[in-house]
């Protein structure tokens, strides 16, 4: 596609609650970036893929964190059993593997956990 | 963590002027890249420096990198009130697993009609 699409948009989940949110990238891209985004910081690494392969996972939080790209290319997020504490702005951004190219993001799923 | 401190965190100026704002960073970088968030969206690519430049042009854009004092910064001549946007400085690492950019903690502009 022409640009990085992410859904939902919105989600609001109840705590305890598992979620998953999608990141389909531009098509061909190599590198698939996770980041979370709380108000009014910079975006917070989460993890990385090349194609398939999961090769960096050391954002993750904790182990209720899980992300997969079992194609190499739509990735989804997967929180299990959310807290307060996870809500935030879920940024995806997918870029080729060239040197000298920066990434483009989606718009980010904003998870609020009540 | 955050790699970069941006500085100043806020800044507010008149349609017309020049803003400039500073990103300071504590590892060795491959390329250092700007990007702009407007509210409630994801981030734009602005422009990227490598490490052994030490100016880059592009449009009304000016970023300078000295990697010696690990600092960068971007200035943005002749603002327009659609500048008005958050700008985050990211540090890139090439290489093996650590294909990934840190991110500093944002310089929110604001540019007065």
């Known amino acids: 596609g022409a640009g990085v699409s992410q859904s939902p948009r919105y989600k609001v989940a109840k705590r305890g609650q598992d979620v998953a949110l999608r990141c389909d990238p531009i098509?061909?891209?190599?590198?698939l970036f996770w980041y979370q985004q709380a108000l009014g910081q910079g975006p917070e690494f989460l993890t990385y893929f090349q194609n398939e392969a999961q090769l960096d996972k050391s954002g993750l939080p904790s182990d209720r964190f899980f992300a997969e790209r079992p194609e190499g290319s739509v990735s989804t997020l997967k929180i299990q059993r959310t807290q307060q504490e996870d809500s935030a702005v879920y940024l995806c951004?997918?870029?080729?593997?060239?040197?000298?190219?920066?990434?483009?993001f989606g718009s980010g799923t904003r998870l609020t956990v009540v | 963590s955050q790699q970069g401190e941006e500085d100043p965190q806020a800044l507010s100026i008149q349609e017309g002027e020049n803003a400039t704002m500073n990103c300071s960073y504590k590892?060795?970088?491959?390329?250092l890249q700007w990007y702009r968030q407007n509210s409630g969206r994801g981030l734009v690519h602005l422009i990227l420096i490598r490490s052994n430049e030490r100016e880059k042009h592009s449009g009304r854009l000016r970023v300078t990198l000295d990697t010696s004092k690990k600092s960068s910064s971007l200035l943005i001549t002749a603002s327009r009130a659609a500048d008005t946007a958050s700008y985050f400085c990211a540090t890139g690492l090439y290489g093996g697993a650590t294909n990934k950019l840190i991110f500093g903690t944002g310089t929110l502009l604001a540019v007065q009609p």
């Open positions: 590892t060795s970088i491959n390329n």
């Open positions: 951004a997918s870029s080729p593997m060239r040197e000298g190219y920066g990434y483009t």
């Open positions: 098509s061909g891209h190599v590198s």
